[in-house]
């Protein structure tokens, strides 16, 4: 079974500055998806980056950023020049490549000051 | 908004009881995912179907059903239901059964059961 760890339950940063979300995981498959999802107070889940593990190159969307390390199952999130509404939960989820079920991470709790 | 529908937004009931939760997937999405998010267990896959027939199972109560009808919308089914079951229920759509499609979230249905 895999699991997703997301170590800091909290963070905050000012506005304008950056923000790194830490991610671990842990699978025996070779192929498999990893993503970022945003939950602001609303409620909605919202995709912000997927990574694909048989692709070398670190995801980037505007803002959003991935430090994905295979060979440490670790997968990051930057986000750069924070802005207000950055001020979410964010999860880290895993999905096999054979397959969609989204395994989740515990969330991060982010909050961007002005 | 997402394209996914949950109906209703809000459910109250009682110990004991029986509900439906109805979501109908975005136009041509041909999968439904059922989540659970809760404070004991986090963010949860429940199960999963592919134009109408299940596709994945995760952690899936027995007093839980779901089925995916011709018209792709689909229904969860929570029956005997106890305290631990307040949470907010997520369905998610996505064209095909594999992470190469994006799953788009619903807006969630929050029951309460006292």
């Known amino acids: 079974a895999q699991t997703v760890t997301q170590s800091q339950p909290e963070m905050s940063v000012q506005e304008a500055e950056t923000v790194t979300l830490s991610c671990t995981y842990d699978?025996?498959?070779?192929?498999?998806?990893l993503f970022w999802y945003k939950q602001p107070p609303s409620r909605q889940m919202i995709l912000v980056i997927r990574?694909?593990?048989?692709?070398?190159q670190n995801a980037t969307e505007n803002r959003f950023s991935v430090n994905f390390q295979k060979a440490a199952k670790s997968f990051s999130l930057k986000i750069s020049d924070s802005q207000l509404g950055d001020t979410a939960m964010y999860f880290c989820?895993?999905?096999?490549?054979?397959?969609?079920?989204?395994?989740f991470g515990g969330g991060t709790r982010v909050l961007v000051k002005p | 908004d997402s394209g996914v529908t949950q109906t209703p937004k809000h459910l109250i009931t009682a110990t004991g009881q029986r509900v439906t939760l109805r979501c109908s997937p975005r136009?041509?999405?041909?999968?439904v995912y059922w989540y659970q998010q809760s404070l004991d267990q986090g963010l949860q896959f429940l199960i999963q179907?592919?134009?109408?027939?299940?596709?994945a199972k995760g952690n899936i109560l027995e007093r839980f059903s779901a089925q995916q009808f011709p018209d792709l919308h689909s229904e969860l089914n929570l029956s005997s239901l106890e305290l631990g079951d307040s949470a907010l229920y997520f369905c998610?759509?996505?064209?095909?059964?594999?992470?190469?499609?994006?799953?788009?979230f619903g807006p969630g249905t929050r029951l309460t059961v006292l």
């Open positions: 998610a759509s996505s064209l095909s059964a594999t992470p190469y499609n994006e799953q788009f």
């Open positions: 699978t025996s498959e070779n192929n498999y998806y």
């Open positions: 990574q694909e593990a048989y692709k070398q």
């Open positions: 989820a895993f999905s096999k490549a054979a397959g969609n079920k989204l395994t």
């Open positions: 136009s041509g999405d041909l999968s």
């Open positions: 179907y592919y134009n109408g027939e299940e596709r």
